[in-house]
């Protein structure tokens, strides 16, 4: 796929994820133009002050709760990466209307904009918390993909395509538990909820790459999930605070103590790659199965979970992966 020739837009684009993104696509792809698309002025002036100032770039403000705006940004646009969400799980829960508006109302603006610009390709990213959710944010996030899935019927003879990425916790996001570990580190106790609890992990930069390369190669009604290895929160805090008290203090409520990327009944239609799986939409007539030629069908009751997965990381693995953040938070950045 040529990108030089391509105008991107990045919803929540002045986020973790969204600033990663548009630092790799100015950097090594170089489409025409970039465009974050943000509702917060101060973190798009923060970012331009950080270095995202190249001549392709663009500030665009605004919220995908607003369709007329949206629908405005995405005029001559041909990609669009849905990032923005609220995704703080306790904020959620204690605000859910407002969790609603973003994360399920925002994506069915952003679908409806996309379909009125003639956008070629969507991606919306999701997350493990989606599968048999048990907390609000899961919940939006579940009905955020069934949107983004089914809306592929609705484009009829219109170019544009939608699909979803689906991975787990992302390694120093906004809202990350290692810059919580190295601040307790200070005092002296980092808080667990619970010893056996269990995580997918991915870094920005895989993420942001992993979405990239799905991109190039979506049809539409996808849900593309990465093979990405387990840690115990045990062990991520043990690494960060070798010489910290453990203090256990139970699961918060909408908190699960392993999470789950690929669902036993989501199995059956479900395409396994070499380094990733491919959730195909169950029966949609406008749905090709080309992926079953790239894959090989899953066995039925096969269930993607962190505390089964057979990939898991070590210490040492643990130590490279939060270095750089670890440097930040000493620099006083984080």
């Known amino acids: 796929m040529d990108w030089s020739n391509k105008v991107v837009l990045v919803t929540g684009g002045t986020g973790s994820f969204g600033k990663k993104m548009v630092r790799i696509l100015l950097d090594e792809y170089r489409p025409a133009k970039v465009i974050v698309y943000s509702r917060d002025e101060l973190k ?9 100032d190249a001549t392709n770039l663009r500030y665009f403000i605004g919220d995908v709760r607003d369709l007329d705006r949206l629908r405005r940004a995405f005029e001559g646009v041909d990609i669009v990466v849905h990032a923005a969400a609220l995704k703080q799980v306790p904020a959620c829960e204690y605000n859910p209307m407002e969790a609603i508006k973003t994360n399920i109302l925002g994506s069915g603006n952003v679908i409806d904009a996309a379909l ?15 599968v048999n959710p048990v907390n609000l944010y899961g919940a939006t996030k579940l009905a955020a993909e069934k949107l983004f899935v089914q809306s592929n019927s609705y484009a009829g003879g219109r170019k544009t395509r939608f699909s979803c990425v689906r991975y787990g916790n992302v390694v120093g996001s906004r809202g990350s538990v290692v810059p919580v570990f190295l601040r307790q580190r200070d005092a ?19 993420g942001v790459r992993f979405v990239i390369r799905c991109i190039e190669q979506m049809s539409g009604g996808e849900v593309f999930v990465p093979k990405i290895p387990s840690m115990t929160i045990l062990d991520l805090a043990k690494t960060i605070a070798p010489d910290a008290k453990v203090n256990v203090v139970g699961i918060r409520p909408g908190e699960k103590l392993h999470e789950v990327l690929i669902s036993e009944d989501e199995a059956r239609t479900t395409v396994e790659l070499q380094d ?15 992926w079953e030629n790239k894959g090989k069908l899953i066995v039925e009751e096969f269930r993607f979970a962190s505390n089964t997965n057979d990939q898991w990381l070590t210490v040492e693995q643990i130590k490279k992966i939060i270095a750089p953040i670890e440097a930040e938070y000493n620099s006083g950045k984080l």
């Open 116 to 130: 009125d610009a003639g956008v070629e390709k969507v991606i919306a990213l999701s997350t493990d918390k989606a």
């Open 276 to 290: 990733m799986f491919v959730v195909q939409p169950a029966e949609a007539l406008w749905f090709g199965r080309d």
């Open 188 to 206: 002296g106790e980092v808080t667990v909820t619970d010893e056996r609890m269990t995580r997918f992990w991915i870094s920005l930069e895989q």
């Open 44 to 52: 798009q002036h923060e970012m331009r002050s950080a270095g995202f």
